[in-house]
């Protein structure tokens, strides 16, 4: 176990939808990453948030949208859904502000099926 | 651009042999280099990293070498185990891009199989 939690874990939605996935770090974590996996692009960096404060942006799509919250979990919205982005979407976090040096951590992962 | 190859893409080996998998990155300024183990329906666990100023770090089996030089890096496991059998990925903070903090990149992943 990380001490990463995602919710949910698995979720089917329709085309056009919207859904929301949760993240809460390590305790003591101050980092937050989003990462999207799929079969053909592998694990992509979408976003990495550091107290609050987005720090880097990966190949997020316009449709996607982050935040970290004051109690420094995090949310990653998906909108307008469309079946490419059926994938698993893991976050991860780290105590640092940088990737660099920092142990990365992994949540188990949301799996998002769009149909 | 801002990339990481890793290479196979698939290994097969037989339970004690060696098994070596290979990273180049593109970012001369990447000073991070971790491994990472994925089995199934699991999310990726950190196994074995290593720092630019460091060449060589040993961890039991595993072992990671790397040339700043040539840009590459390799992961080395002796003596392999059936449960080895995982995906593994290795990694880079790409800096280019206009960020100081970096994006730990990803290689596409390569699907060890120690046959017993």
């Known amino acids: 176990d990380s001490g990463v939690t995602q919710t949910p874990k698995h979720l089917i939605t329709a085309t056009g939808q919207r859904v929301t996935l949760r993240c809460s770090p390590r305790?003591?974590?101050?980092?937050v990453y989003w990462y999207q996996q799929s079969l053909d692009q592998g694990l992509q960096f979408l976003i990495h948030y550091y107290n609050g404060e987005e720090r880097a942006k990966g190949n997020i799509l316009e449709r996607f949208s982050a935040q970290q919250f004051p109690d420094l979990h995090s949310e990653l919205n998906l909108s307008s859904l469309e079946l490419g982005d059926s994938a698993l979407y893991f976050c991860a976090s780290s105590h640092g502000r940088r990737p660099s040096g920092n142990t990365i951590y992994f949540g188990e992962g949301s799996w998002l099926t769009v149909v | 651009g801002e990339n990481v190859e890793q290479h196979p893409s698939t290994l097969s080996v037989q339970e004690g042999d060696s098994a070596v998998i290979k990273c180049t990155y593109s970012d001369s300024a990447s000073n991070y280099f971790p491994w990472y183990k994925q089995e199934l329906g699991k999310g990726p666990q950190l196994i074995i990293d290593i720092r630019s100023n460091v060449g060589e770090k040993k961890d039991q089996r595993i072992a990671v070498t790397l040339n700043k030089t040539a840009k590459h890096f390799s992961l080395h496991i002796t003596e392999t185990q059936p449960e080895d059998s995982a995906v593994y990925f290795c990694a880079a903070p790409l800096l280019a891009g206009g960020t100081s903090y970096g994006k730990l990149t990803f290689g596409q992943g390569t699907i060890l199989t120690v046959h017993p």
């Open positions: 305790s003591g974590d101050l980092s």
